[in-house]
């Protein structure tokens, strides 16, 4: 059996953690420059706030029903999960991390996996403040399923297992089909078209139907749903492309600047990559204007760099996104948002290094960002980066007027009583 671990309103429920006035109040997280509403409470649904909304037109909402709204802040998120993650290692022998609030436990060997994961369940609560919602099953699909469950309705007490036929088919009759992990919005209009509208009504269908009208993963969806695990979540956490892009809170026009905004997003990426195990073999970047101010000239451009040898280096990464950057600023311009992204990613062990190589000494720049990342880790993001990268202040950083100290991982946002 496999339990999926789901923080229930995961980014609001950190920021109540610290303001503990906010439980059973409406509450809003935002994205990047306070544009739009990314994650909010039931509280907050109740009055008509929806993810995805841009908070400027959701004003008389806000103000009307004294919706608390905080500025999204991933250093203090990540260091929670950091935490929940800790709890479940602890208390499960392999724990599969899936994302910032997502956790798979394989539970095979365990007399009472239910049993086990109520408690882990109210060990989380009790030791971060954090509700969790835990689906049980046979496969990750299912688990998935049943943490809805779990966090939809309250007589689970948080723990929805499916461990049988009945309570897999009831399951799936239950579920909106719109909602199943790994159906994304093409592959939902196309099995209405062919006269699928409910999970259990895909999940009967023959093999050789499923084969006929879709690629491999619906096969993959199609077996998860009948109970048989297939997904293999490692796989698909590395992906083909990472990207760290970001719209200004000011417009900047100077190279500096977007050369510190570049070296940050680059950097960012890096730290991604290493975070995975993964190296890069090129990388990209792009800038645009303001494309919501007419009165001045617009302007976009992309360009890439291919490396001689893979690399996860940030060092290397930001020295190539920069010189990439060079090559399409253009002066004059007034600029709102920069992009990088890194493509054509492998395992980082083992690679072929090209005999060409720039790096002479990579074996020893791999340890120093091992030792950069355990330093960032333990005191904070940024403790360490690059002189290119800048200073806090400046006009291409992000608009954060509503966002939380970083309660655990900086000294000056401990809290004082």
Not at 105 to 133: F, H, Q
Not at 174 to 202: E, K
Not at 292 to 298: G, H, K, P, V
Not at 302 to 322: G, H
């Amino acid at each position: 059996m496999i339990a999926l671990v789901d923080c229930n309103s995961f980014f609001c429920s950190v920021e109540r953690v610290f303001h503990p006035g906010l439980w059973d109040k409406p509450v809003c997280v935002l994205s990047n420059n306070d544009g739009i509403i990314v994650a909010l409470t039931p509280e907050a649904k109740k009055v008509g706030l929806h993810r995805g909304d841009p908070i400027f037109k959701k004003t008389d909402i806000v103000e009307a029903n004294n919706v608390t709204i905080f500025s999204g802040n991933m250093y203090l998120y990540a260091a929670m999960s950091r935490r929940i993650i800790s709890i479940l290692k602890k208390s499960v022998a392999k724990v599969e991390n899936y994302s910032i609030d997502e956790s798979f436990c394989y539970l095979d060997g365990y007399n009472d996996p239910e049993g086990l994961m109520r408690e882990i369940a109210n060990k989380i609560k009790l030791w971060t403040d954090i509700p969790v919602s835990v689906g049980i099953a046979p496969s990750k699909t299912l688990a998935k399923m049943g943490s809805k469950f779990a966090k939809n309705y309250k007589g689970y007490s948080n723990v929805c297992v499916i461990d049988n036929d009945t309570k897999r088919r009831k399951a799936l009759e239950l579920f909106d089909l719109a909602d199943v992990w790994g159906i994304g919005g093409r592959t939902y209009t196309r099995l209405r078209a062919l006269g699928v509208d409910t999970p259990l009504q895909l999940a009967d269908k023959k093999e050789s139907w499923i084969r006929s009208h879709f690629p491999k993963p619906m096969l993959q969806t199609w077996m998860e749903l009948n109970g048989v695990p297939c997904v293999d979540t490692a796989e698909r956490l590395k992906r083909q492309t990472i990207s760290t892009t970001r719209c200004f809170g000011g417009m900047v026009s100077d190279l500096p600047s977007l050369k510190a905004s570049v070296a940050t997003f680059a950097s960012s990426v890096a730290n991604k990559l290493r975070a995975q195990g993964s190296v890069c073999s090129e990388v990209s970047v792009f800038v645009a204007s303001n494309t919501f101010r007419e009165d001045l000239e617009q302007y976009g451009n992309s360009a890439s760099y291919r490396f001689l040898s893979p690399t996860s280096d940030t060092i290397e990464i930001v020295e190539a996104a920069n010189m990439v950057l060079e090559k399409i600023y253009r002066p004059g311009i007034k600029y709102k948002r920069t992009g990088v992204w890194v493509s054509d990613i492998v395992d980082a062990s083992p690679i072929q290094l090209n005999i060409f190589d720039p790096i002479h000494n990579r074996p020893e720049r791999t340890i120093l960002m091992k030792t950069i990342d355990s330093i960032n880790q333990r005191y904070g993001l940024k403790t360490i980066q690059l002189a290119v990268e800048g200073e806090k202040e400046q006009a291409w950083k992000v608009k954060s007027e509503h966002k939380s100290p970083n309660y655990l991982t900086e000294l000056e946002g401990i809290l004082e009583v």
